[in-house]
């Protein structure tokens, strides 16, 4: 059973930056798709940005492109989802998900593993 672990949330001012990580005991990105998800109070989840196994093929929302990148460690053990220029409509629990894929899942429904979530807090 492969578990996750986010981590690098916190509270920042409009404008700023974080970098968020997601890791766990015997992950490797090599044999997983990994999402990265947020939900807002109120809201059902929504889809922020993915990475396939191979790190070839990556997927931004919209409302993220241009401020959000994905990318992994070296060792292929972390993901990580650096987020600059954040605005308050960022704030949410962030969650990542792996689906043992080549290839980025269509569906949320698709991820068997997700992780407990970390929460990014974006407010003056």
């Known amino acids: 059973q492969l578990q996750l672990v986010e981590s690098g949330g916190g509270l920042v001012q409009p404008g700023g930056s974080l970098r968020l990580s997601c890791a766990g005991p015997?992950?490797?990105?090599?044999?997983?798709?990994i999402g990265w998800f947020r939900q807002a109070p109120g809201t059902e989840r929504e889809g922020v940005s993915c990475?396939?196994?191979?790190?070839?093929?990556?997927y931004y929302d919209d409302s993220v492109k241009g401020r959000f990148t994905i990318s992994t460690d070296n060792a292929r053990t972390t993901v990580y989802l650096q987020m600059n220029n954040l605005k308050p409509e960022d704030t949410g629990v962030y969650s990542c998900?792996?689906?043992?894929?080549?290839?980025?899942?269509?569906?949320?429904?698709?991820?068997?593993?997700w992780g407990q979530g970390t929460q990014v807090t974006v407010s003056s």
């Open positions: 998900a792996a689906d043992p894929a080549y290839v980025c899942p269509k569906s949320l429904y698709e991820y068997d593993y």
């Open positions: 990475i396939s196994s191979s790190g070839g093929s990556t």
């Open positions: 015997g992950f490797t990105v090599d044999y997983y798709a």
